[in-house]
């Protein structure tokens, strides 16, 4: 499925790039996508400038740190669509960097990094309990000690009836 994605978003940016040199030439098209880029660049930079002066704001508790922090990770993001060359990354990239637009998506960031900090947490967990099997051999059964002793031991698959998390 991640293929598909990726084969979706490489004719996308190809489709796009030949309609902008269709309609305006392929001088032009080349013009517009390395002036997109390197605006994208100093709107990043002074952009940066502002969230990295609200993290500091957070770090001395004068402000929520929510919001810088789920900024800087919209603006980690924004930086790897604008150094991805295409004029539809780059575009998402610098529509990222909007503040208002960072604003609207910081919900979306808070959630998604909370479910995958739990997931990890709970791997992490499962890890430390010696609990989670990954990638051996899993044989259902009972186990005995030397001295006759019959020790159960719970699934290594679920724990207190519930599925392990699988990281994506």
Do not use: C
């Amino acid at each position: 499925m991640r293929m598909f994605y990726v084969l979706a978003y490489f004719a996308l940016e190809i489709g796009a790039f030949v309609a902008m040199a269709h309609f305006l030439g392929i001088g032009w098209a080349v013009l517009i996508t390395l002036g997109a880029v390197v605006a994208g660049f100093v709107l990043l930079q002074q952009q940066g400038r502002k969230v990295f002066a609200e993290l500091r704001r957070a770090s001395r508790n004068e402000v929520d740190p929510r919001g810088p922090l789920t900024d800087t990770a919209l603006l980690a993001l924004s930086s790897l669509l604008l150094v991805i060359p295409g004029i539809v990354s780059t575009l998402v990239g610098v529509v990222l960097l909007i503040p208002p637009v960072r604003r609207m998506m910081r919900p979306v960031v808070a959630a998604a990094g909370a479910r995958r900090f739990a997931a990890s947490m709970d791997r992490a967990g499962l890890y430390a309990s010696g609990m989670y099997v990954r990638g051996g051999t899993v044989i259902d059964g009972t186990v005995v000690d030397d001295d006759g002793t019959v020790v159960s031991s719970p699934s290594p698959t679920t724990i207190v009836g519930r599925e392990l998390p699988r990281g994506h």
